[in-house]
């Protein structure tokens, strides 16, 4: 059974910086984009940073410049560095996986982790 793990989020002030984590564990396969949401309260899950199998990262416009998706393939590790943290990223944040394997469709999500930022 695939699972995504996050951890690392938490409390934070204005300013400050919280790097996330996200193991994946249970897949026969390698997979390709990996990718960070967030969804605040009474808000749409919205993408904020996606990196591909080679290693190049995309970013939602609110994040650019201020956080960095890395992944690390030999620990099948996932993690978004979050600097200059504002109150408006106050979310929960999902790890996901999406792609295509063997012609099949697949898509996986992390149970969230809280980052609060407190201004």
Same mark, same amino acid.
């Given at each position: 059974?695939?699972?995504? %793990?996050? &951890?690392? !989020? +938490?409390?934070?002030?204005? #300013?400050? =910086?919280?790097?996330?984590?996200?193991?994946? /564990?249970?897949?026969?396969?390698?997979?390709?984009?990996?990718?960070?949401?967030?969804?605040?309260?009474?808000?749409?899950?919205?993408?904020?940073? %996606?990196? &591909?199998? !080679? +290693?190049?990262?995309?970013? #939602?416009? =609110?994040?650019?410049?201020?956080?960095?998706? /890395?992944?690390?393939?030999?620990?099948?590790?996932?993690?978004?560095?979050?600097?200059?943290?504002?109150?408006?990223?106050?979310?929960?944040?999902?790890?996901?996986?999406? !792609?295509?394997?063997?012609?099949?469709?697949?898509?996986?999500?992390?149970?969230?982790?809280?980052?609060?930022?407190?201004?």
């Amino acid at each position: 059974q695939v699972q995504l %793990a996050e &951890s690392g !989020g +938490g409390l934070v002030q204005a #300013g400050g =910086s919280l790097r996330l984590s996200c193991v994946s /564990s249970g897949s026969k396969f390698r997979f390709g984009s990996m990718n960070w949401y967030r969804q605040a309260p009474g808000k749409q899950r919205e993408l904020v940073a %996606a990196i &591909s199998e !080679g +290693g190049t990262g995309i970013y #939602g416009d =609110s994040v650019k410049g201020r956080f960095t998706i /890395s992944r690390d393939s030999v620990k099948n590790t996932v993690y978004l560095q979050m600097d200059s943290l504002k109150p408006e990223d106050t979310a929960v944040y999902y790890c996901n996986a999406a !792609g295509v394997y063997a012609k099949h469709p697949y898509e996986y999500w992390g149970q969230g982790t809280q980052v609060t930022v407190s201004s």
